[in-house]
Each structure stands twice: as C-alpha cells, then as structure tokens.
C-alpha cells in the first residue's frame, strides 16, 4: 500500500513539474510573439526558380512566385504564395516509349511553413498545387491539363543585406512527386527568392 502512495504522490509531482514547464514555455513564446510589432510580422517578397536539365529526359522551367508572410514567432512563420511557371518538358508515353516535349504555362497556390534556427537558417514545407498540361498515358501523345499536387520539405539559408531585405536560398525534396505527372523534372527544387520586412 505504501508503494502505491508513494508511486500516485511521485506521478503527481511529475505531472506537476512538466505541466509547469510546459505553461512557461508558453508564457514565454507569448511574450517572443508580443515583442514583435504588428508591422514587423507581416512581410512579402517572392521565389525566382530556374532549372535546366538534359540527358535520358529534357527537362526546364522558370518560375515567379510572389508571396504573403507572417511571422507567429520570432522563429515560426507562414504564408501564401502564387506561383507561376513556364515549363519545357520531355515526357516518355508508356507503353510506346514515344517521346513527347511539352511547353505550358502552370499556375496555382502554394502554402508555405518555416522555422528558423541559428539565425540565418531554416527548415520549410511547402504544399502546392498546379494547374499543368500533363500526359494522358492511354496509350497515345494525348495531353490535357491537370491539377497536381506537390508536398515539399527542406531547408534554406537567409542572407541580410539590409534593415529590412533579405535574400533566401531554398533547397527541398517532393514527397509525393509523380514523373508522369509533375511539371518538374526531379523531386529536388531549388529556390532564391526576396523577404522584404
């Protein structure tokens, strides 16, 4: 019976203590979040993406992506973006093995989440979803336009110059990246874009 008092009063004691560094941790990224002024979490800018690649399939496309920010956190933020792509792409049709080279114009929304660390250093996710011409794969050199999707996770770095303008490198890896589908030529996307705020 004594073991089992003992053992109640010992987990309420541990409950006690992580339920109060759990609500200190809260108090304090209330407190980060309340130092930042309304006009400083709000930030824009955009993504220029390029890619060129050649051998066994021909892939390229250029990219312009304006975005919306705000900043939770002194080292969590989000956004909304619009992304607009020109894409060359080879596709191989199967069972034919034909090869078809596809030039459309994509667009769609994409959502961004990163969490800074080290201070100039980030991790990112990014869902999108693009509206691009893809094959039908029915056999035959038909096409049609589609909505696909793209979940993106990986990292970057932001390099300062200026009070309020920084220039962001991203580097990511798609999940979910479909070959016969996705206007990209590989799950790998690298980025350079603009944070202005």
């Known amino acids: ?27 304090k990224d209330k407190e980060e979040t309340e130092k930042i002024p309304l006009e400083d979490r709000v930030f824009f800018g955009g993504n220029f993406g390029l890619s060129f690649s050649f051998g066994d399939v021909e892939s390229q496309y250029i990219e312009v992506s304006p975005l919306v920010g705000y900043r939770f956190s002194e080292t969590f933020s989000g956004g909304l973006s619009l992304s607009y792509l020109y894409v060359s792409r080879e596709y191989i049709f199967l069972p034919s093995y034909n090869r078809v080279k596809l030039k459309n114009n994509t667009y769609g929304p994409r959502a961004f989440l990163r969490y800074r660390f080290l201070d100039n250093y980030f991790f990112q996710t990014e869902f999108e979803s693009l509206n691009t011409l893809v094959p039908l794969n029915d056999g035959t050199s038909n096409t049609g336009r589609d909505w696909v999707p793209g979940f993106f996770i990986g990292g970057g770095v932001t390099y300062p110059i200026g009070r309020n303008l920084s220039v962001n490198l991203v580097l990511m890896y798609n999940v979910i990246y479909d070959d016969n589908r996705s206007p990209y030529g590989s799950p790998l996307a690298s980025r350079g874009g603009i944070i202005v705020r």
């Open 1 to 27: 019976m004594n073991r089992l008092v003992l053992g109640f009063l010992l987990l309420i004691a541990i409950s006690n203590s992580v339920s109060a560094q759990y609500f200190e941790e809260e108090k």
